[in-house]
Nanobody
Framework: QLQLVESGGGLVQPGGSLRLSCVVS????????IGWFRQAPGKEREGVSC???????DFADSVKGRFTISRDNAKNTVYLQMNNLKPEDTAQYYC???????????WGGGTDFGSWGQGTQVTVSS
């Protein structure tokens, strides 16, 4: 059974950076597409980024040009590098895995993803 553990969240000032990590245990990541999602209080969950088994990435419009995603299959870990953070990036961030080769067109809805982590909090504030 897959287990996902996120880390790297925290409090950062606007314009700052954070790198989130998602360590997956239980199976090899080689055959999984990985997604990062976030949910702010009172808001719906939204897809942030998705990376396919071969490293093809997709991003929400709100984070394009600021966030990057990468994966290290040898470490069974996926990273979300977040730069130029804004207060509106404040949310609980979750990683999730889908037994798919690629990010499907509606990946941002999250329904393709079967296993989820517990999340890590990101707060952007001065």
């Amino acid at each position: 059974q897959l287990q996902l553990v996120e880390s790297g969240g925290g409090l950062v000032q606007p314009g700052g950076s954070l790198r989130l990590s998602c360590v997956v245990s239980g199976e090899s990541l080689d055959y999984y597409t990985i997604g990062w999602f976030r949910q702010a209080p009172g808001k719906e969950r939204e897809g942030v980024s998705c990376i396919s088994t071969i490293g093809t990435a997709d991003f929400a419009d709100s984070v394009k040009g600021r966030f990057t995603i990468s994966r290290d299959n040898a470490k069974n870990t996926v990273y979300l590098q977040m730069n130029n953070l804004k207060p509106e990036d404040t949310a609980q961030y979750y990683c999730a895995v889908a037994y798919l080769q690629r990010c499907l067109p509606l990946w941002g809805g999250g329904t393709d993803f079967g296993s989820w982590g517990q999340g890590t909090q990101v707060t952007v504030s001065s």
